[in-house]
């Protein structure tokens, strides 16, 4: 069936997610070389920013979604995951007040909201981003960002248990291996989400010419 995108991304009822587009995660401070990588190879980067500027032209809030540890880890499980153990091996990991939880500087618009979380892998768990959402009477989200691992996929599942629609943009989004991320966008996103490309959306913002 074909998706009526004018509407189900419609910039009176949209907001664009930006999932961990931080210097510490695909970044110039970034530890994940493979991610970067798949980043690179996808133009993830710049398609995400390219999502981003036409977004803000039309008036559709972005939001980034980012995550930090405080030093002394308050506010986060640190021992219930084997990811987040193995990522907090390094003291340093992520800090707030550092360059590492920065949005990369394509991405970072002082008129963007933030929302910072500090516990799990969803940007809904543990913030105000579904309040903040309904206070500007958002109905769909469109997620961009990282990762197709848990992030991402966290992302769709919540705001669809929570009632929003989703829209994914497929070449502003990475995995690790790249073909586990093929493979999760056709097994698991579609399942969630309406999957489109960047230039899909931008034309639907633009509005016919």
């Not at 497929?170 to 999957?195: C, F, H, Q």
Request: net charge negative; glycine share 8%.
């Amino acid at each position: 069936m074909a998706i009526d995108l004018a509407e189900l991304a419609g910039p009176g009822h949209t907001a664009l997610l930006v999932m961990e587009m931080q210097r510490g995660v695909i970044g110039d401070l970034a530890k994940f070389p493979e991610l970067v990588k798949s980043c690179a190879e996808r133009r993830v980067v710049d398609n995400a920013a390219r999502a981003a500027a036409a977004a803000r032209l039309a008036g559709v809030r972005v939001i980034q979604c980012t995550a930090a540890f405080r030093p002394d880890r308050a506010g986060s499980h640190t021992g219930n995951a084997p990811f987040i153990k193995a990522l907090l091996r390094d003291p340093q990991h992520m800090l707030e007040g550092t360059g590492a939880i920065e949005v990369v500087p394509e991405l970072a618009d002082p008129s963007d909201i933030e929302a910072r979380r500090y516990h799990g892998f969803s940007p809904f768990t543990g913030t105000s981003l579904d309040q903040t959402l309904r206070s500007l009477d958002v109905r769909t989200v469109v997620a961009i960002g990282v990762s197709l691992n848990l992030g991402i996929p966290g992302l769709c599942l919540e705001a669809v248990n929570l009632g929003y629609r989703v829209v994914v943009l497929t070449d502003a989004v990475a995995g690790m291996p790249a073909e586990y991320g093929d493979a999760v966008m056709a097994n698991t996103i579609s399942l969630l989400a309406a999957r489109v490309t960047t230039d899909d959306l931008i034309a639907a913002w633009e509005g016919p010419r």
